[in-house]
């Protein structure tokens, strides 16, 4: 794709944050740039890399095994929360699901009450949960909003339960499943061009809507403007009303 | 006499043939239904077992391994008492004792030959008089039932420390994780692995797949791969390293689907073995079958010919033959799994078309999320890639997806939610002598092959 726009992707520990097929994410902003005829570049950072994150577009961080969230832990409080912090604040594009949307925030507080501390990026805070969210979620939200369809689908399980300070808004309204903490019926938080979720399965292939609007900000903070012409998203489409559509259904069955 | 276990025997037969004449292939419900009338029904058959029980557990692997540990044993002439049809729940083992015991309460065999999943192992090991245990390989499995990785390898760990010290335990030397099970056990530990770099890759396909240290919990270095984590590494930090394998494979030569034939070292020699499961990772089953058995004294000729015997279990990897025509089904169920048929389905060249069917019913695992994790980039970056796929089940259409953005060409795709649909079309695609690869995750297997069985093709798979 020679002559397309450069977008520079990152994927932070994809090494160790890679539960729950979370690479698919990356796997759908790098080839939906190729579609629509940019030239993606995809970058893995890992563990004590100290990266300027304002030079890329897009930057991406799954969840992890719980010795794997400890060491994320410590390289994102010691050596990338500043920098991560600059680039949001500068308009880089960041999807953080699960133990990463968790990371962004405050604090962690564990069973026994301890407060492991986020990197504040977001006004939110997580509280252990003492029973599991887990199944199919489905979520409105004024995000990608395409004429009348706002959903977005994906696949919830975690026990972390996430609240929202006030200012913050939640990526969208949960229509089935749990959300952020199974109680106020939000799920996810967007602060400028930061969006965190519970929301994997891979969350972004079977919602391009989501995938271009993230991709739609990252080319806008960079060249001003953004025009993605419509892809072809029969199949896309196809599987988000099947996941609709088993969401309503009993889990399991 | 014991009239409890009796009781729970007599329940447990009648259960299975209620269950049989209802149609079902129900392989747990009479175990249910024993172990709610006698807890000790396990324990009381399976001490009558002369010479005791051989455990087999990990994540892939377990039943195609069990069914040559069973083929050797037979070869060998002993009587096994094994649970098959991949139950391998506790009820799963139940259910095969009481089927195996005559109704006077007795079981006339010399092995217990059981598999159980990684969270079984520690509720059978009091319950067996174990002679040895097999561990196959950890992956992610289904995270929705048994939770991260470490804690399946610790439940695993924890299991085995409480094997008797006479015990034999077979590793992986291969995988680190099976590895870093054996330092500092009481028990004779011995480990296989493959010594054959041909198939091997100097970097893995996916960094995804490195593991940390089990000693010290730094990154591994791998010279080199085998399949996803396996493979020959070292821990820069503390210098743990790969254990050097008692029982090994010298050299192999896949035949893509017709097998693989390999020679295989013990402490007491070489010698060749022919296998007819497709793919590098049953070359994998086939070693761990050996290190097992040869392990327990089997002589090397013997095991050499069990396994040659010894042809594919129900669902797992098998050949059905419907008109003319063949057709593989490859049970599918994570991503290690779905790596290893697709590394098979390449090896084939004639491979042309494809049936891949996902469910995502409690057994299959609810999340689907780890179809992501499969390398479908190497089937669709292949320079043969099939012609045509077909998607199909509950998720046909999340496959599809994944399909597609893996760079596979969209019009290709066929999406067919009924497997009966899929299966009717997969075989018009292809041509006589032609194999068709259906790929299905657990219950998607048990409703095709209830399709062909209804068509006459195969007998019911609780008689295979
Ligand atoms: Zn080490």
Redesign the interface.
Known sequence: MAGGLAVRIAHLY??LM???????NV??IY?RCQWHGLAPELL?ITLDEKVDFRDFDILFVGGG???EQKQICMDFTKVKGAALSDAVEDGVVLLAICGGYQLLGKYYRTGTGEEIPGIGLLDAWTEAGRKRL??NVVISSDLVRVGSDHTVVG?E?HSGKTFLGKGLRPLGRVLLGFGNNGEDGMEGAVYRNCIGTYL???LL??NPALTDYLIGASLRRRYGEAQLKPL?D???S??H???IH?ARQP??? | MDLRLLFAIWCGKLTVRLSRAMGGGGSTVPGRVALAIDPLVIRKLAYQCRRGAILVTGTNGKTTTSKMVSDILRRARYRVVHNRSGANLIYGVAAAFVQAANVFGRIRADYALVEVDEGTVRKVVDQLPLKAVLVTNFFRDQLDRFGELDHTVQLVSEGLSRAPYDALIALNADDPLVAGLGPGRPQRILYYGIEDSHYASPISEQSREIKPCQACGATLKYDSFFYAHLGRYRCPSCGQTRPTPTVSVQQVALRGVEGSDMILRTDTGDFKVNITFPGLYNVYNALAAAAVTHGLGIPDHTVATGLAKSAGSFGRMEVIRVDGKRVLLALVKNPAGIDAVIRTVLEDRRARHMVIAINDKFADGTDISWLWDGDFERLSASDHPPESVITSGIRAADMAVRLKYSGYPARRITIKNSLDDALQEGLARIDHGETLYFLPTYTAMLEVREIIRRRGYTRHFWRV
């Open positions: 994809p090494d890679n539960l729950y097929g979370d690479r698919g796997i759908a080839r893995r095994q719980d010795k887990i199944g696949f399980n994997h399965g891979s292939p079977k072809d029969t199949i896309e196809i599987a009303e099947a996941a088993r889990v399991g069955r």
